[in-house]
């Protein structure tokens, strides 16, 4: 593979890669052959790493605006259940091009939709993710519990237990292959799912040495669900279904004590901080702060577009710096820097990627080229990086390979991919 040079950058210098892998940092001397790309002024940073997303929600986006959670869900569960295979490949496509035209190398997609039982919904998402390029990290969400049962979702869109375990099997079979596309045992949430669907879920995922994520502590409701229930706070019943350890992250954890946030950092257990939509359906105030404090891996997620119709994972970074300030009333509780770490460092730590997030020699070529010719006066560029306006890519690299090319994604006609998108939700409503 031929080296590629990017020469000429504000921050951090010039960066050489080659064979996916960054070989030279800083003045880097054209050799005969290199492609050389100057980004005079410009800002490189790691990819950024989505930890928590929905991809089919974006088939749903500007529903539901003033609901909390659960309203939220019985809202859209019946048109969820409209969906078909080709329409979650049409929303994964859109939602993979956006993230990757707003720095996002690596994607989690977590899936739990699986209308008519069909689990061909999982190899269309793959198939989405290697025509936009980024790297996926899908999570094979799955629910048991109907309400006819004691849980939140209708009873046709939950799946019987067994089928979810072979259907799980057969995606990490034929689709895991610890590089682009990394397959994620997910059962969705305590309100959604069994006991028992919970402990064979993760007695497979570490038959497999593969990672775990569900969502919890997301809301005051689903902790009054888990003392209903199980007589325990939503932490000690994960505890107690053996979902605690570093190979497990977890969706938003909001609603925790002092003493769970120590017992999650002990187990190294991470958290998706998802701040735009925690703010949308006034979920609460993540503590972000305690949770560094505690060594809790920290990453960024969107979540899905339909409580976060943004859709890119830019915006996080400023969004999670100002409510971690909002909550602790302290105006350097996190910095540019941090949320930075965040939404590269943290995520690959959540989702068990040694040796991702960063820039160094030897580290996989996964880089942004964020555009800075507007940030001249400001001297630190991180800080001007993440307090300044909203930006989209000028280029993305993913194991070495471009992905977009001046803010251009490469190999999908993204208007297009909207235009179906739009026709198809249309029809969801209709």
Not at 92 to 103: D, I
Not at 390 to 405: I, L, N, P, S, Y
Request: glycine share 10%; charged share 20%; proline share 4%.
């Amino acid at each position: 593979m031929t080296r590629i040079v990017l020469q000429g950058a504000r921050y951090p210098g010039d960066i050489a890669f080659e064979h996916g892998v960054i070989t030279q940092i800083g003045t880097v001397t054209p050799k005969s052959g290199d492609i050389k790309v100057r980004i005079d002024g410009d800002i490189v940073t790691p990819g950024l790493i989505n930890t928590h997303h929905h991809l089919y929600q974006w088939m749903t986006r500007g529903h539901a605006s003033g609901c909390d959670l659960f309203q939220w869900l019985t809202t859209l569960y019946p048109i969820w259940g409209r969906m078909n295979v080709e329409d979650v490949y049409a929303a994964a496509l859109v939602g993979l091009s956006e993230l990757a035209m707003t720095g996002c190398t690596t994607a989690s997609d977590h899936h739990y939709i699986v209308p008519n039982n069909d689990d061909s919904v999982f190899d269309a998402i793959v198939e989405a993710a290697k025509a936009v390029g980024i790297r996926l990290f899908l999570s094979r969400g799955s629910m048991d519990l109907g309400e006819s049962s004691g849980g939140l979702p209708p009873d046709n869109l939950v799946e019987d237990r067994d089928a979810i375990l072979a259907s799980t099997q057969r995606v990490i079979e034929e689709h895991h292959d610890g590089d682009m596309v990394h397959v994620v045992v997910a059962p969705c949430s305590p309100f959604s799912v069994s006991t028992e669907l919970m402990v064979e879920s993760a007695e497979l995922a570490r038959k497999y040495g593969l990672q775990m994520h569900t969502h919890l502590c997301e809301t005051i409701d689903e902790q009054d669900h888990c003392l209903e229930r199980f007589g325990k706070r939503p932490v000690m019943q994960l505890v107690d279904w053996g979902w605690a350890g570093d190979d497990v992250w977890l969706a938003h954890g909001i609603h925790l004590t002092n003493d769970e946030i120590s017992l999650l950092g002990n187990a190294g257990t991470g958290i998706a901080h998802c701040p735009s939509s925690n703010a949308r359906i006034a979920a609460g105030l993540c503590p972000v702060v305690d949770f560094r404090k505690n060594n809790v891996p920290v990453g960024l997620g969107v979540d899905g577009a339909a409580s976060n119709e943004v859709g890119g994972l830019f915006g996080e970074m400023r969004q999670a710096l100002y409510t971690a300030r909002i909550r602790e009333e302290q105006a350097d509780a996190l910095m540019p820097e941090d949320v930075l770490d965040m939404g590269t460092v943290g995520g690959a730590r959540c989702l068990g990627m040694d040796n991702f997030g960063m820039i160094d020699v030897g580290s996989p070529a996964d880089l942004v080229v964020w555009p800075g010719n507007d940030l001249g006066g400001i001297s630190d560029p991180i800080t001007g990086l993440i307090l300044g306006p909203d930006r989209r890519a000028k280029h993305v690299f993913v194991a070495g390979e471009q992905r977009v090319q001046d803010g251009q994604l490469i190999g999908v006609d993204i208007h297009a991919a909207h235009r179906e998108l739009a026709e198809r939700a249309q029809l969801l409503w209709d």
